[in-house]
């Protein structure tokens, strides 16, 4: 598997470089990737969503700068911002001999993992995708598209949030849910570098792939 580490990028130009690997994936078999990285302040609504899952007016998610999408994924609203990572996997689940179902429990084992490696337990909770740390407190959302057995989209898991999504939105539609981040509940704080790296280590392990670091460039020529 291909892992393209990437810093802060614009959400519309992750959606285009989605598009583009998986176009490339069922024209032309192209190589499984993983892309990692971070949002600035971005709301988007899934498929499962509506602007009903919206705290505050389009108009003032615009005055604070924040971007609003609507999205072919998975699952009502979520958040992205600066402090949390998000990893997209472009994968054949034909290749990796996974079901749709299986493919989101792996993705939330590879999260648990990297979260133990800090010393924080978390689990699932049945009927509700993602990743928990208490009962209703929420540290990662899973939304996902397949197209032809192929993937996109994926996960994002908060490290160091600072802005508080509850302001915003409904949170995967449940009103009841707390969005929490890794540094709320583990001393000393995790640095951006090191959770990276657990991560793609974790995903590594539990999808039992070889990592190889690219490009965006070599991936999407």
Request: with cysteine.
């Amino acid at each position: 598997m291909l892992v393209v580490e990437l810093s802060s990028i614009e959400y519309s130009q992750a959606l285009e470089i989605q598009r583009r690997l998986v176009e490339k994936k069922i024209s032309r078999d192209g190589p499984d990737v993983l892309l990692v990285l971070e949002h600035p302040p971005t709301v988007t609504i899934g498929i499962r969503g509506d602007e009903s899952d919206l705290l505050v007016s389009t108009g003032a998610l615009a005055r604070r700068g924040i971007g609003l999408y609507r999205v072919d994924r998975g699952g009502e609203a979520t958040y992205h911002g600066p402090g949390q990572l998000v990893l997209y996997p472009i994968v054949d689940l034909r290749r990796l001999k996974l079901s749709a179902k299986a493919f989101v429990h792996f993705l939330e084992e590879a999260i648990i993992r990297c979260l133990a490696v800090f010393g924080l337990e978390s689990f699932r909770q049945p009927g509700r995708a993602g990743v928990w740390a208490g009962p209703q407190e929420k540290i990662a959302s899973i939304g996902v598209k397949i197209q032809r057995r192929v993937t996109s989209h994926g996960f994002s898991v908060n490290v160091d949030v600072q802005a508080d999504p509850c302001e915003l939105i409904i949170s995967c539609g449940m009103p009841d849910v707390r969005m929490v981040s890794v540094n709320q509940l583990v001393e000393p704080p995790v640095a951006a570098d090191e959770f990276r790296g657990a991560m793609v280590a974790a995903f590594s392990s539990v999808f039992a792939v070889s990592i190889e670091r690219s490009s965006l460039k070599e991936v999407t020529k």
